[in-house]
Protein backbone atom coordinates (compact mmCIF):
# COMPACT_ATOMS: atom_id res chain seq x y z
CA UNK A 1 0.00 0.00 0.00
CA UNK A 2 1.33 3.45 -1.00
CA UNK A 3 0.40 4.84 2.24
CA UNK A 4 2.60 2.43 4.52
CA UNK A 5 5.86 2.64 1.76
CA UNK A 6 5.15 6.35 2.36
CA UNK A 7 5.20 6.12 6.39
CA UNK A 8 8.63 3.73 6.13
CA UNK A 9 10.52 5.79 3.75
CA UNK A 10 9.85 8.96 6.10
CA UNK A 11 10.53 7.16 9.00
CA UNK A 12 13.74 5.00 7.37
CA UNK A 13 15.12 8.17 5.88
CA UNK A 14 15.00 10.26 9.52
CA UNK A 15 16.36 7.68 11.60
CA UNK A 16 19.90 6.42 9.72
CA UNK A 17 22.05 6.15 12.52
CA UNK A 18 22.04 4.84 15.94
CA UNK A 19 23.90 6.81 19.14
CA UNK A 20 25.52 10.22 19.31
CA UNK A 21 27.70 12.44 20.12
CA UNK A 22 28.81 13.16 24.08
CA UNK A 23 26.35 16.84 24.06
CA UNK A 24 23.61 15.67 26.80
CA UNK A 25 20.69 17.19 24.73
CA UNK A 26 21.78 15.53 21.65
CA UNK A 27 22.01 12.26 23.11
CA UNK A 28 18.60 12.37 24.45
CA UNK A 29 17.91 13.06 20.73
CA UNK A 30 19.97 10.64 19.06
CA UNK A 31 18.91 7.82 21.68
CA UNK A 32 15.24 8.62 20.43
CA UNK A 33 16.23 8.48 16.91
CA UNK A 34 17.99 5.29 17.25
CA UNK A 35 14.26 3.78 18.89
CA UNK A 36 12.52 5.35 16.18
CA UNK A 37 15.07 3.51 14.12
CA UNK A 38 14.34 -0.23 15.85
CA UNK A 39 10.75 0.87 15.76
CA UNK A 40 11.15 1.17 11.80
CA UNK A 41 13.05 -2.17 11.24
CA UNK A 42 10.08 -4.17 13.32
CA UNK A 43 7.51 -2.58 11.42
CA UNK A 44 8.83 -3.97 7.76
CA UNK A 45 7.85 -6.85 9.00
CA UNK A 46 4.13 -5.74 9.18
CA UNK A 47 1.93 -7.30 6.69
CA UNK A 48 -0.44 -4.36 5.16
CA UNK A 49 -3.18 -7.21 4.85
CA UNK A 50 -2.88 -7.02 8.72
CA UNK A 51 -4.66 -4.06 9.94
CA UNK A 52 -4.64 -4.16 13.37
CA UNK A 53 -0.47 -5.00 12.85
CA UNK A 54 -0.52 -1.70 10.84
CA UNK A 55 -2.53 0.08 13.15
CA UNK A 56 -0.24 -0.69 15.72
CA UNK A 57 3.01 -0.59 13.93
CA UNK A 58 1.98 3.13 12.23
CA UNK A 59 0.78 4.29 16.17
CA UNK A 60 4.32 3.11 17.61
CA UNK A 61 6.10 4.88 15.09
CA UNK A 62 3.85 8.21 14.89
CA UNK A 63 4.29 7.82 18.75
CA UNK A 64 8.69 7.67 18.51
CA UNK A 65 8.30 10.56 15.74
CA UNK A 66 6.67 12.81 18.26
CA UNK A 67 8.75 12.30 21.01
CA UNK A 68 11.94 12.69 18.13
CA UNK A 69 10.21 15.89 17.65
CA UNK A 70 10.31 16.85 21.58
CA UNK A 71 13.85 16.41 21.89
CA UNK A 72 15.12 17.28 18.65
CA UNK A 73 17.24 20.56 19.11
CA UNK A 74 15.79 23.95 17.99
CA UNK A 75 17.94 24.30 14.42
CA UNK A 76 15.72 20.97 13.82
CA UNK A 77 12.63 20.99 15.54
CA UNK A 78 10.28 22.43 13.09
CA UNK A 79 11.33 19.54 10.18
CA UNK A 80 10.96 17.09 12.99
CA UNK A 81 7.27 18.56 14.25
CA UNK A 82 6.46 18.34 10.41
CA UNK A 83 7.18 14.30 10.39
CA UNK A 84 5.45 13.75 13.66
CA UNK A 85 2.69 15.68 12.42
CA UNK A 86 2.05 14.07 9.01
CA UNK A 87 2.56 10.93 11.11
CA UNK A 88 -0.18 11.34 13.44
CA UNK A 89 -2.15 12.38 10.61
CA UNK A 90 -1.27 8.91 8.51
CA UNK A 91 -2.75 7.84 11.95
CA UNK A 92 -5.78 9.14 12.29
CA UNK A 93 -6.70 8.57 8.53
CA UNK A 94 -6.18 5.03 9.42
CA UNK A 95 -7.87 4.90 12.53
CA UNK A 96 -11.48 6.78 11.01
CA UNK A 97 -10.95 4.56 8.54
CA UNK A 98 -12.24 0.12 7.76
CA UNK A 99 -9.75 -1.98 6.38
CA UNK A 100 -12.85 -3.16 4.58
CA UNK A 101 -13.46 -0.07 2.47
CA UNK A 102 -10.03 0.75 1.19
CA UNK A 103 -11.43 4.07 -1.32
CA UNK A 104 -12.40 5.33 1.88
CA UNK A 105 -9.18 4.40 3.39
CA UNK A 106 -6.99 5.62 0.85
CA UNK A 107 -8.95 8.83 0.37
CA UNK A 108 -7.98 9.55 3.74
CA UNK A 109 -4.37 8.73 3.63
CA UNK A 110 -4.41 11.15 0.15
CA UNK A 111 -5.76 13.98 2.38
CA UNK A 112 -2.94 13.58 4.66
CA UNK A 113 -0.21 12.98 1.87
CA UNK A 114 -1.63 16.11 0.22
CA UNK A 115 -1.78 18.10 3.39
CA UNK A 116 2.15 17.89 3.97
CA UNK A 117 3.00 17.65 0.22
CA UNK A 118 5.06 20.87 0.04
CA UNK A 119 6.82 19.99 3.16
CA UNK A 120 7.50 16.81 4.47
CA UNK A 121 9.86 16.18 1.63
CA UNK A 122 12.14 18.87 3.08
CA UNK A 123 11.99 18.43 6.44
CA UNK A 124 12.65 14.41 5.77
CA UNK A 125 16.11 15.31 3.84
CA UNK A 126 16.96 18.45 6.97
CA UNK A 127 16.51 16.08 9.54
CA UNK A 128 18.26 13.29 7.58
CA UNK A 129 20.62 15.62 7.35
CA UNK A 130 20.90 16.93 10.92
CA UNK A 131 21.05 13.21 11.93
CA UNK A 132 24.23 12.25 9.99
CA UNK A 133 26.05 15.54 11.44
CA UNK A 134 25.01 15.53 14.96
CA UNK A 135 24.71 11.18 15.39
CA UNK A 136 27.93 9.01 14.69
CA UNK A 137 27.23 5.79 13.39
CA UNK A 138 26.42 2.51 15.19
CA UNK A 139 30.30 1.15 16.17
CA UNK A 140 30.32 -2.79 14.51
Known amino acids: MKFFST ?22 FCDSVAELQQI ?28 VAREAPMEIRGDAEVIAAFLSALTYAIDATEFEDPLQRSA ?28 SPVPN
Not at 108 to 135: D, H, M, P, W
Open 108 to 135: AIGAAQQEFAGRLSKSVTNLSAFVARTC
Open 40 to 67: DALSLEVLPSNDVAVRGALAQTAAQASR
Open 7 to 28: LLACTIAASIVASCSDSSSENG
